[in-house]
């Protein structure tokens, strides 16, 4: 039997890097994507071709609407504007929320973390009878991926 894992239990968890402060969910999110990436360095040898792949990088998009009144373990617009303009590192997880009825606990859907920046925020604004402010986030990892980076 599967157990599909809904988008909408999919979550980008932030906290300023080099503290115990909880973490903050982006809140409002439409849609998310995580995305890790490893160049591979090949050569051609009378052996064969041989290969070996580069660390990997990893790196998260996510749209959302702007909530103007956050909770305070909720992040928007202006608290990652913050992240950016102060040029603060930051942990993040991006991991699926726990499902208790299909038998599905916190990150068994997916589970990644580890530290980066927000590199480029963007908002939207849409005149329509039901359009509204929208952002979307851009952030990027250093470090090693499943690992919280203590370098500042």
């Given at each position: 039997m599967s157990i599909e894992v809904g988008g909408k239990l999919v979550n980008f968890w932030y906290r300023r890097s080099g503290t115990s402060n909880p973490f903050k969910k982006i809140v409002c999110v439409e849609d998310s994507e995580f995305t890790i990436t490893s160049e591979l360095s090949k050569r051609r040898t009378?052996?064969?071709?041989k290969g070996v792949p580069s660390d990997p990088e990893f790196?998260?998009?996510?749209?959302a609407v702007q909530n103007i009144n956050p909770g305070a373990l909720e992040g928007n617009?202006?608290?990652?504007?913050?992240?950016?303009?102060?040029?603060?590192?930051?942990?993040?997880?991006?991991?699926?929320?726990?499902d208790a009825a299909n038998?599905?606990?916190?990150?068994d859907g997916i589970f990644n973390y580890g530290s980066g920046y927000f590199s480029e925020l963007g908002a939207a604004a849409s005149a329509e009878s039901d359009g509204l402010l929208?952002?979307?986030v851009n952030f990027e990892g250093v470090g090693v991926l499943d690992v919280y980076d203590t370098d500042s």
């Open positions: 009378n052996c064969g071709l790196s998260a998009s996510i749209n617009y202006e608290d990652i504007k913050s992240f950016i303009t102060n040029k603060y590192k930051a942990d993040f997880q991006y991991a699926s929320d726990e038998g599905v606990g916190y990150g929208t952002f979307s």
